[in-house]
Nanobody
């Protein structure tokens, strides 16, 4: 298991930027693919981005492609989400998550991720 703690959320105007960070505990962090998800009020949790254990492969939801960038630093046990050109529809609680199945490739469903952080609120005003 790995414990995850997100930070970096806040209030920003449309067109602005935020950088979310997720700190992980445990020596096995570098073994896991990591993902970012978000959940807006009244909506289901949705996939935002994922990154392979090595950091060489990334994948994004169409809604954030070209605006968000996921990255990781295995030496520091962190994964980040740089969010640019933010829109009001990006408003949500953002969660980082770890895919604990080291053999799985390309997971994008919440059910595929076994460890979750507590979430950080991102609010984009128009």
């Amino acid at each position: 298991q790995v414990q995850l703690v997100e930070s970096g959320g806040g209030l920003v105007q449309a067109g602005g930027s935020l950088r979310l960070s997720c700190a992980a505990s445990g020596r096995t962090f570098s073994s896991y693919a990591m993902g970012w998800f978000r959940q807006a009020p009244g909506k289901e949790r949705e996939f935002v981005a994922r990154i392979s254990w090595s950091g060489r492969t990334t994948y994004y939801a169409d809604s954030v492609k070209g605006r968000f960038t996921i990255s990781r630093d295995n030496a520091k046990n962190t994964v980040s989400l740089q969010m640019n050109s933010l829109k009001p529809e990006d408003t949500a609680v953002y969660y980082c998550a770890a895919d604990l199945n080291r053999l799985r490739v390309g997971a994008v469903e919440p059910a595929d991720f076994g460890s979750w952080g507590q979430g950080t609120q991102v609010t984009v005003s128009s």
